[in-house]
Every structure is written in C-alpha cells, then in structure tokens.
Nanobody
Framework: QVQLVESGGGLVQPGGSLRLSCAAS????????MSWYRQAPGKERESVAS????????SYADSVKGRFTISRDNAKNTVYLQMNSLKPEDTAVYYC????????????WGQGTQVTVSS
C-alpha cells in the first residue's frame, strides 16, 4: 500500500535548522512531483515547497524562500526539506504530499511531523 512517512521534526530554537525527510513506498515515486505542506494551529494547510518528478525545478512559498530547500533522491524514494534560519512562525505540522502526475493535485499524504520553533 501507499505510504509516505515523514521524520526529522522536533523542537529547535529560533535561528536553528532542521532537515525533514519523507520516505515513500507503494507507488512509482520518480513519476510524482512532491510537495511539503504545513499546518499551524487554527490555520489552513499551506504549501511550503514543491519539486518536479525529476528534481530539476523547485518552487517555494514567499514566507520560506531563501531559508528552506526542497530536494529529492529518486534512488532512495525520499524527499527532503532543509529548513534554516527557523522562526517561531514556522511552527506547524509538516506534511509531505505526492501529486497526481496528470492533474498535479495532491494525491497521497503522509501523517505529518511536528516542528516547533521556540526558545
């Protein structure tokens, strides 16, 4: 069955860094664009970063541009989110998502990993 398993979340001080990983199985990972979303308490889920199936093109929300980097390793069926210069407003549950190759709509979701930025 399809699985997306996030890891790497935790508690970090402002200005610190974290690297999230999302291990995929049960589908042809290299055919899917991947995205990271986040949802803070009381807020809607928002897209943070996306990467094309081959990894050649990335895009970012304005709020994280220059601080976060999305990457993928298709040999390992894994997508990453390197988060630097973290701010308290980055606190949220982070989800990885596989997008339908034809519609680009979110198709598969992970269970999420908590990121808390606090001193």
């Amino acid at each position: 069955q399809v699985q997306l398993v996030e890891s790497g979340g935790g508690l970090v001080q402002p200005g610190g860094s974290l690297r999230l990983s999302c291990a995929a199985s049960g589908f042809t990972f290299s055919n899917y664009a991947m995205s990271w979303y986040r949802q803070a308490p009381g807020k809607e889920r928002e897209s943070v970063a996306s990467i094309t199936s081959g990894g050649s093109t990335t895009s970012y929300a304005d709020s994280v541009k220059g601080r976060f980097t999305i990457s993928r390793d298709n040999a390992k069926n894994t997508v990453y989110l390197q988060m630097n210069s973290l701010k308290p407003e980055d606190t949220a549950v982070y989800y990885c998502c596989a997008r339908n190759p034809f519609t680009m709509q979110p198709r598969y979701w992970g269970q999420g990993t908590q990121v808390t930025v606090s001193s």
